[in-house]
């Protein structure tokens, strides 16, 4: 079981508003330390989304957004397109026990 | 344009041993961070291992400490990943990954660049 808990799956339709959920706790995300986010399509590597909470790297759309608030974090994406159909990752730190980069459950968006 | 590309993985017994390299080009190895990262089949993402860039901080996940070991060669532009007494739960996909820290003293960081991943199968 993640650190990081994520819904398994998300659903939409072209053109809809999709969003991720990322709960965490006092000891990641509560205590401040920031969120990322992968994207994973389907037999590939995963690819850098967002960084520091709702950065995008150059070359992501700005259809692609990020948040954070108190123990959680979001994903957004606007406009979504058949080619988004993929597994996405949120990541953190967590100061507890030795401490550990930690990885979400994941959760796969499929594109109705 | 940035590249890493891992090789080295395959079919080991339990108890066996495997060496994984990553080959890094498309900017200087020594000015980064880097970390290994692996997927179990059909699993999430599990992080593995993270170095500075002199290879001086090293850090590891509870689940391989004590049997992986971590290693750069900056002039040779690669990284590497000792495993050792390998178990069937290390079977999955080991991605290396560009890491970018966002704190000095811990293993906070987010990747910016990975691989295709090597698959390494652990199995009598």
């Known amino acids: 079981q993640s650190v990081l808990t994520q819904p398994p799956s998300v659903s939409g339709a072209p053109g809809q508003r999709v969003t991720f959920s990322c709960t965490g706790s006092?000891?990641?995300?509560?205590?401040?330390?920031?969120v990322h986010w992968y994207q994973q399509l389907p037999g590939t590597a995963p690819k850098l989304l967002i960084y520091?909470?709702?950065n995008r790297p150059s070359g992501v759309p700005d259809r692609f957004s990020g948040s954070k608030s108190g123990t959680s974090a979001s994903l957004a994406i606007t406009g979504l397109q058949a080619e988004d159909e993929a597994d996405y990752y949120c990541?953190?730190?967590?100061?507890?026990?030795?401490?550990?980069?930690?990885f979400g459950g994941g959760t796969k968006l499929t594109v109705l | 344009q940035v590249q890493l590309v891992e090789s080295g993985g395959g079919l080991v017994k339990p108890g066996g041993s495997l060496r994984l390299s990553c080959a890094a080009s498309?900017?200087?190895?020594?000015?980064?961070?880097m970390s290994w990262i692996r997927q179990a089949p059909g699993k999430g993402l599990e992080w593995v291992s993270y170095m500075s860039s002199s290879g001086s901080i090293v850090y590891y996940a509870d689940s391989v400490k004590g049997r992986f070991t971590i290693s750069r060669d900056n002039a040779k532009n690669s990284l590497y990943m000792q495993m050792n007494s390998l178990r069937a739960e290390d079977t999955a996909v080991y991605y290396c990954g560009r890491a970018i820290p966002t704190y000095h003293d811990i293993p906070s960081a987010y990747f910016d660049y990975w691989g295709q991943g090597t698959l390494v199968t652990v199995s009598s």
């Open positions: 006092s000891s990641n995300i509560g205590a401040g330390y920031d």
């Open positions: 498309g900017f200087t190895l020594s000015h980064y961070y």
């Open positions: 990541q953190s730190y967590d100061s507890s026990l030795s401490g550990s980069v930690i």
């Open positions: 520091g909470n709702r």
